[in-house]
């Protein structure tokens, strides 16, 4: 026995289309799991089911796919190029990590002064006591 060709035309059945919608998307993000894994490729893919509830895939993530995608629309209306977009992000990457390390420090330099003055004032009530 093998496989007969199905003829192409839309499913009247709604148990049957939703049968058929299950196995094809289960097939669809096989092979775009296949495309990925043998390509090194970034694959992201969403179907709305009949009922209108969507499924997504994503390799190796579909909310960053999605980001990218979206950011990379937004270059081409703006006209900002790929890598003047690459070196903004990595610039408020480094702002972030610089404010960061500088809030750090503030709070170490706050916490050096406590504690300075915490010697200052032990040192005093010794020497204050009588012996």
Not at 28 to 48: D, P, R, W, Y
Request: aromatic share 6%; glycine share 6%.
């Amino acid at each position: 026995m093998g496989r007969r060709k199905i003829k192409m035309e839309q499913v009247q059945d709604t148990n049957t289309k939703q049968v058929t919608f299950s196995k094809r998307r289960l097939g669809l993000f096989k092979k775009a799991s296949e495309l990925a894994t043998l390509c090194n490729a970034e694959v992201g893919i969403v179907v709305f089911s009949p009922g209108n509830k969507p499924y997504s895939f994503g390799k190796p993530d579909f909310d960053l796919i999605a980001d990218r995608f979206k950011n990379e629309s937004e270059e081409s209306d703006s006209g900002e190029t790929s890598s003047g977009r690459k070196r903004a992000i990595q610039e408020k990457k480094i702002c972030k990590r610089l404010n960061s390390i500088i809030e750090q420090t503030e709070a170490e330099k706050k916490e050096a002064e406590d504690l300075q003055k915490w010697l200052e004032s032990a040192d005093e009530e010794r020497f204050n006591k009588p012996i």
